[in-house]
T-cell receptor, first 113, second 118 residues
Framework: DGGITQSPKYLFRKEGQNVTLSCEQN?????MYWYRQDPGQGLRLIYY???????QKGDIAEGYSVSREKKESFPLTVTSAQKNPTAFYLC????????????FGEGSRLTVL | AQTVTQSQPEMSVQEAETVTLSCTYD???????LFWYKQPPSRQMILVIR??????QNATENRFSVNFQKAAKSFSLKISDSQLGDTAMYFC???????????????FGKGTKLSVKP
């Protein structure tokens, strides 16, 4: 079945360690996105990518990095520079930035101890 | 800057009844999209309904309908014949549609937690 796969679903890390969250899609979508979700805050955009080898910062990019080497993959690295990394992270994709509808993965819950 | 406000952090409704979730937004743009997304306890976000600002007719998807008031910048979601499976967080979202093609990023409200009671 087509969809977006995020892994791992749950992740625990010690403070100061970098962590990479995986996002893979087989929908042949051009655009991909990373959102952060905190209780009572809604979703906030971290990074997005419209095409391979290109990505743009969202509203809260500090302390995060991404790559887009393949159309299907858009991994997110939470670096040690992110001051409050414990959160729920959602990856999404859309056909292109004209379509307007995003398809979401099931999310990754990161807890920094 | 665009903002989306959902003034009801939590709501509850009895099964089979109707409930309306509120959403207001602020923008100086004229062309945009509005969305309602549902996030059930499984945490996967699902698109419920979408409205294009240039369309005056309110969007409808089965038991879900919207009341889009462009002048008032209001975009409420009505759920008819509520079912237990409708229990979820509901997010209102806004996206600019650029005149030359393309769109801005999705801007989300903080969500409304809806509980459907048997």
């Amino acid at each position: 079945d087509g969809g977006i796969t995020q892994s791992p679903k749950y992740l625990f890390r010690k403070e100061g360690q970098n962590v990479t969250l995986s996002c893979e899609q087989n929908l042949n979508h051009d655009a991909m996105y990373w959102y952060r979700q905190d209780p009572g805050q809604g979703l906030r955009l971290i990074y997005y990518s419209q095409i391979v080898n290109d990505f743009q910062k969202g509203d809260i990019a500090e302390g995060y990095s991404v790559s887009r080497e393949k159309k299907e993959s858009f991994p997110l690295t939470v670096t040690s520079a992110q001051k409050n990394p414990t959160a729920f992270y959602l990856c999404a994709s859309s056909i292109d930035r004209v379509a307007g509808e995003l398809f979401f993965g099931e999310g990754s819950r990161l807890t920094v101890l | 800057a665009q903002t989306v406000t959902q003034s009801q952090p939590e709501m509850s409704v009895q099964e089979a009844e109707t409930v309306t979730l509120s959403c207001t937004y602020d923008t100086s743009e004229n062309n945009y999209y509005l969305f309602w997304y549902k996030q059930p306890p499984s945490r996967q976000m699902i698109l419920v309904i979408r409205q294009e600002a240039y369309k005056q007719q309110n969007a409808t998807e089965n038991r879900f309908s919207v009341n889009f008031q462009k002048a008032a910048k209001s975009f409420s979601l009505k759920i008819s014949d509520s079912q237990l499976g409708d229990t979820a967080m509901y997010f209102c979202a806004f996206m600019i549609r650029f005149a030359r093609g393309g769109q801005g990023n999705l801007i989300f409200g903080k969500g409304t937690k809806l509980s459907v009671k048997p």
